[in-house]
């Protein structure tokens, strides 16, 4: 992949997250009303069988603009 190809692709990504957020959170969604900005949690992604995570960057990236001090392994 030539440099011109992964710097489209990383806009890309950017430009995705910024419009899902702001559908996300610009209209105030029942369910981000659910979250308690003030309290720690944890997460985990399971999944029933061997696979390929596509979109990892995506998801990577989301929760990185959303809270920088996220940490993600």
């Known amino acids: 992949m030539t440099k011109l190809s992964k710097q489209i692709i990383k806009?890309?990504?950017k430009k995705n997250i910024e419009i899902a957020i702001k559908e996300d959170l610009g209209t105030s969604d029942v369910t981000t009303n659910l979250i308690n900005y003030n309290q720690?949690?944890?997460g985990?992604?399971?999944a029933k069988?061997?696979?390929v995570l596509c979109g990892r960057e995506w998801f990577n990236q989301t929760y990185k603009k959303i809270n920088n001090k996220i940490k993600l392994k």
């Open 11 to 13: 806009n890309a990504i």
């Open 49 to 51: 069988q061997s696979g």
């Open 40 to 42: 720690k949690a944890r």
């Open 44 to 46: 985990y992604l399971i």
